[in-house]
């Protein structure tokens, strides 16, 4: 079964908002990490919280992180036509582990940004 | 330096054939995982390799299914008897030793008719 959820599972925007994605996980975990999808194809890496995390911020990025209710969230600031992309969080499949393992994914926010 | 490749990009093939995906990580990373993309099941994990030993096999759907990687580096996934529900897109991802981000390869869409 899916670890993370996300929601919504779409959102459209006019360009310049702000967007906001959540995610909802069920186990323990060390890191949470989020992964944006062009195209169906490859993912790009492009923020990891770690469990003693409350936020974190890269560029205009924004995630955070609440273990107590168990999500996490993605604040995209001032959107761009290029930030167009599907988003996923992931989690480790074993949880408590902090270096490398395979993933779980959510089913993602499908993101549009309308020029 | 160069990304993680996959090929080949776009595979058709008939059911109850064979195919082999095939994956080149990111020079140097230890850790190499397999992953398929469906509409209906999403983004799942089949097999994660530390080295060329596989300590997390847990993903890999059924015995049709199954991968090695050898010398630390190249890796090939097999799908023997392919049936149509196989159809999806496999990512391959690579990461540095117990670094948990994951670079992913383009895929390999594969279509079963």
């Known amino acids: 079964s899916q670890q993370g959820e996300e929601d919504p599972q779409a959102l459209s925007i006019q360009e310049g908002e702000n967007a906001t994605m959540n995610c909802s996980y069920k186990t323990s975990i060390n890191n949470l990490q989020w992964y944006r999808q062009n195209s169906g194809r490859g993912l790009v890496h492009l923020i990891l919280i770690r469990s003693n995390e409350r936020e974190k911020h890269s560029g205009r990025l924004r995630v955070t992180l609440d273990t107590s209710k168990k999500s996490s969230s993605l604040l995209i600031t001032a959107s761009r036509a290029a930030d167009t992309a599907s988003y996923f969080c992931a989690t480790a499949l074993r949880g408590s582990g902090g270096g490398a393992d395979g993933l779980t994914f959510g089913k993602g926010t499908h993101l549009i940004i309308q020029p | 330096g160069a990304g993680v490749s996959q090929s080949p990009s776009n595979k058709v093939t008939e059911k109850g054939k064979d195919v082999e995906l095939r994956c080149d990580p990111i020079?140097?990373?230890?850790?190499l995982y397999w992953y398929r993309q469906s509409l209906g099941q999403g983004l799942e994990f089949l097999i994660y390799f530390q080295g060329n030993s596989a300590p997390d096999k847990s993903g890999l759907p059924s015995d049709r299914f199954s991968a090695e990687r050898t010398g630390g580096s190249v890796s090939t996934l097999t799908i023997q008897r392919t049936q149509q529900e196989d159809s999806a897109v496999y990512l391959c991802?690579?990461?540095?030793?117990?670094?948990?981000?994951?670079?992913f390869g383009p895929g390999t869409r594969l279509t079963v008719l």
């Open positions: 020079s140097g990373h230890t850790a």
């Open positions: 991802a690579s990461s540095p030793y117990l670094t948990p981000e994951q670079f």
